[in-house]
């Protein structure tokens, strides 16, 4: 690996990269659990000394390459939830630096949702004010129900988690956790590390925060230093906007926030484009508004059909449809098959 590989194409750009900092703690953690690590990197075609190298980052892709295999070496179902802990917001380089200075932890969440690009191209934070709660709304693009897609959401939620216990004086009991993937044969390691507070086969995962936590104390309140680095956060930010695709920025803004589908209008205001731009710009890249929307729907729908108990009426109420007829003939025109059809595809249970 190169430890210049972050300053050189027009595909290195920040975001798309993890801090190298990030693997050796993982190594060094499952190295402490009986891991081989060796076989690892040799596979990867890395080796400790350029890890270590400060400022050094590797693609996202082969970051997550390793975390797949170290999964499949571990019988520790703890093991995500475990190694969450070792890491703090220090390790956020910038961004965990803004998060420190933070005057509550109502901003530092905000900021968090905002800036959480610069660490993932791979999920989506949104922050939503609802039933006198702030709720911290995860998107993963891919397969919910998949075993990568539940190791990010697990190492995520653990990582967030801890960072919030840092500002409170209680153990964030009242604080609740939603998945939206099924309930795991190894739920109850979730109520250890998390709370009891833990929902499974949700529309989305979020993470739900009371009131009477979010003016909670930042842990090292600055306001002139958060200034100065929150201007570095946005002047990192726009080079990985500008490369991130234009659909992938609009299905992730369609699919942040469950049973809540914008308008062309909205997203093209988000993206600070006019409707025309936008629609000209899609077309483009070989899509359209409505063809994103229907994208996001299709794998919404799938995922009530698969990983809930709702009823085809309930799953049409979610999805924006005021007769279940007019879904059923939406999904078979996005999938082919009836509802019922699909949901019988489906063979696990659901707990």
């Given at each position: 690996m190169d430890h210049s590989m972050a300053d050189t194409g027009e595909d290195q750009v920040y975001g798309h990269?993890?801090?190298?900092c990030h693997l050796a703690i993982l190594l060094a953690f499952a190295g402490q659990s009986g891991i081989a690590v060796q076989p690892l990197l040799k596979r990867q075609a890395l080796n400790l000394e350029t890890i270590n190298t400060p400022?050094?980052?590797?693609?996202?892709?082969?970051?997550?390459?390793?975390?797949?295999?170290?999964?499949a070496m571990t019988d520790e179902e703890g093991?995500?939830?475990?190694?969450?802990?070792?890491?703090?917001?220090?390790?956020?380089?910038?961004?965990?630096?803004v998060m420190l200075c933070c005057d509550s932890l109502h901003?530092?969440?905000?900021?968090?949702?905002?800036?959480?690009?610069?660490?993932?191209?791979?999920?989506?934070?949104?922050?939503?004010?609802?039933?006198?709660?702030?709720?911290?709304?995860i998107y993963r693009q891919g397969e919910v129900e998949s075993r990568g897609s539940?190791?990010?959401?697990?190492?995520?939620?653990?990582v967030i988690f801890k960072g919030i216990l840092e500002s409170l004086a209680d153990g964030g009991d009242n604080i609740r956790f939603e998945f939206d993937y099924?309930?795991?044969?190894?739920?109850?390691?979730?109520?250890?590390?998390?709370?009891?507070?833990?929902?499974?086969?949700?529309?989305?995962?979020?993470?739900?925060i009371p009131a009477e936590y979010l003016q909670a104390p930042g842990l090292r309140p600055n306001t002139v230093m958060r200034q100065i680095l929150v201007k570095q956060c946005d002047q990192l930010l726009e080079p990985l906007q500008q490369y991130q695709s234009l659909s992938t920025q609009?299905?992730?803004?369609?699919?942040?926030?469950?049973?809540?589908?914008p308008t062309a209008e909205q997203v093209a205001d988000k993206t600070g484009l006019s409707s025309r731009t936008l629609s000209r710009?899609?077309?483009?890249?070989?899509?359209?508004?409505?063809?994103?929307?229907?994208?996001?729907?299709?794998?919404?729908?799938?995922?009530?059909?698969?990983?809930?108990?709702?009823?085809?009426?309930?799953?049409?109420?979610?999805?924006?449809?005021?007769?279940?007829?007019n879904f059923r003939r939406a999904f078979v025109s996005w999938t082919g098959m009836l509802p019922s059809q699909f949901r019988r595809t489906c063979r696990c249970p659901i707990l």
């Open positions: 990269y993890v801090p190298c400022g050094a980052r590797m693609p996202a892709h082969q970051y997550a390459e390793i975390m797949r295999d170290i999964d093991f995500w939830f475990r190694f969450g802990q070792q890491l703090d917001f220090p390790a956020f380089e910038v961004l965990g630096q901003q530092a969440m905000y900021l968090l949702a905002k800036y959480y690009p610069l660490l993932s191209c791979g999920s989506d934070l949104r922050c939503v004010e609802q039933d006198n709660a702030l709720s911290l709304y539940i190791i990010r959401s697990e190492l995520l939620v653990s099924r309930k795991p044969s190894h739920s109850a390691i979730y109520h250890h590390y998390l709370n009891r507070n833990c929902l499974f086969s949700a529309p989305q995962s979020r993470i739900v609009v299905r992730t803004i369609i699919a942040a926030i469950p049973d809540h589908y710009r899609l077309k483009k890249q070989g899509t359209s508004f409505q063809h994103l929307i229907n994208e996001v729907k299709t794998q919404r729908a799938s995922n009530y059909l698969q990983s809930t108990k709702m009823s085809i009426e309930e799953v049409a109420t979610h999805m924006g449809f005021s007769d279940s007829a």
